[in-house]
């Protein structure tokens, strides 16, 4: 990730973001610096991520959602989030492709990461507190 001993962002992450974001890097490094404040040994662990979720739902119990939407950023699978996939996942939900949208919401139904998606996996997630008040729709009065 970044340089250990500068607490920098190393060049070849900043490089591979440039190329795979819409962010410059000016925008990068503002958003490392900000992702090393609010986390100073570089990782956001599933439980601080849960939490941060959690402000989104305030409603409801978010936390098994939140596992769900972990997972699919954790792309390396060591229970944390380092910058780049923070920033990756940030880049993807807020303006990535569509198609990396897909692929992305394909990851998030596949729980077992098998490349596979069961019905029993898409209702894992659909049934879900939180995922349902994020899709209700309630009209307008």
């Known amino acids: 990730m970044g340089n250990a001993k500068s607490g920098a962002l190393s060049k070849e992450v900043l490089e591979d973001l440039k190329t795979s974001t819409r962010y410059s890097e000016e925008e990068l490094c503002r958003w490392y ?77 596949d729980v077992d990461r098998n490349g596979e998606v069961s019905k029993g996996e898409v209702l894992e997630i659909i049934t879900n507190d939180a995922i349902m008040r994020l899709i209700q729709y309630e009209p307008k009065k």
């Open 33 to 109: 610096e900000s992702f090393q404040r609010q986390c100073p040994d570089g990782r956001i662990s599933r439980a601080e991520f849960e939490k941060i979720y959690g402000t989104f739902f305030p409603n409801s119990d978010p936390q098994g959602y939140a596992r769900h939407v972990f997972r699919s950023f954790d792309t390396n699978d060591d229970g944390t989030l380092d910058f780049r996939e923070y920033i990756i996942a940030l880049h993807l939900t807020s303006s990535g492709k569509t198609h990396l949208k897909l692929e992305w919401a394909f990851s998030l139904f």
